[in-house]
């Protein structure tokens, strides 16, 4: 399998060299901010994996609603073999575990992924669940497989990592039946924005950089929403069931006057391999 990254003269690249803002990440600053996240929060806690200053409920919600979202759209679809990168305190690799014959959960944190080994022990028993402490960016995917999940993770590595584990990943793909799901924050308005300091780094794109850098992968985008959106719709459904989309529409308007000054948002997509 090949890397499949973007050539210098792509508009991907075009683009990252009219930005202001940085390209590259340093792994060392992110190992040790997760790191020191992973030994002062519960692991158990899903804001362990995430900046949102939300009650822990209110996070829990928000993960359920992204997992019933993809997995409607994943309706029929066998799942033998399931990769979640990046998989923080095993919130996505527990509920993969429970549709997928295998899931292969990976983190960059030991201890994160230690406490996903632990949880399938008492949570998916008899479900074979493989946990590794690897980084994402170098991942093999030396085997075709049905799903892969990056969620909320790719904002943590550099350019030219994305673009090189986004072709890495349509090539394990099992052609006509494999899916890659994306979950990233991303920069409103702007093509990207950065917070890469000696304590946190991260890299917000744009959705366009994100569809771009799949189109050079060779992955074709299916559906993909904000959440700005997204929330309001999932809400609507579980109150008001089928028609709940169309009749949230007031919760879309609150939650667009109430996010509306973010300079990011989050964003999640479906793609298959071309």
């Keep these: 399998m090949t890397d499949k990254a973007p050539t210098q003269e792509s508009p991907l690249h075009q683009q990252a060299a009219q930005a202001t803002d940085v390209r590259t990440i ?20 899903p804001r362990v994996v995430t900046l949102d200053r939300s009650s822990a409920t209110s996070v829990a919600r ?7 979202w993809m997995m409607r759209r994943l309706k029929g679809r066998p799942l033998d073999t399931v990769v979640d990168l990046g998989c923080g305190n095993g919130d996505w ?4 575990a429970r549709h997928a014959r295998r899931t292969i959960a990976t983190d960059l944190t030991a201890e994160l992924v230690e406490t996903v080994r632990k949880r399938a022990a008492v949570e998916v028993p008899g479900k074979l669940v493989e946990c590794s402490a690897q980084d994402m960016a170098s991942y093999p995917f030396d085997e075709p497989v049905d799903l892969i999940v990056a969620g909320g993770v790719l904002q943590y590595i550099s350019d030219d990592d994305c673009c090189a584990l ?5 090539a394990a793909l099992r052609p006509r039946k494999g899916v890659f799901y994306l979950r990233a924050t991303v920069a409103k308005g702007a093509e ?3 917070k890469c300091d000696d304590a946190y780094q991260a890299i917000y794109r744009s959705i366009d950089w994100y569809h771009q850098a799949m189109r ?12 700005t959106d997204f929330v309001a719709d999932e ?32 964003y999640a997509c479906l793609a298959v391999a071309a």
């Design 26 to 45: 340093d792994k060392d600053v992110n190992a040790q901010f997760w790191a020191r996240r992973a030994a002062n929060v519960d692991n158990n806690d």
């Design 62 to 68: 928000e993960v359920q609603l992204y997992q019933q």
């Design 93 to 96: 690799s527990i509920m993969l």
């Design 166 to 170: 986004l072709g890495r990943a349509a």
């Design 192 to 194: 990207r924005r950065a």
């Design 216 to 227: 050079d992968a060779g992955l074709t985008v299916t559906d993909g929403q904000l959440a």
């Design 235 to 266: 809400l609507g459904k579980r109150w008001l069931g089928p028609a709940g989309p169309v009749l949230g529409w007031p919760l879309r308007l609150v939650r667009r006057a109430y996010r509306g000054r973010r300079s990011t948002d989050v």
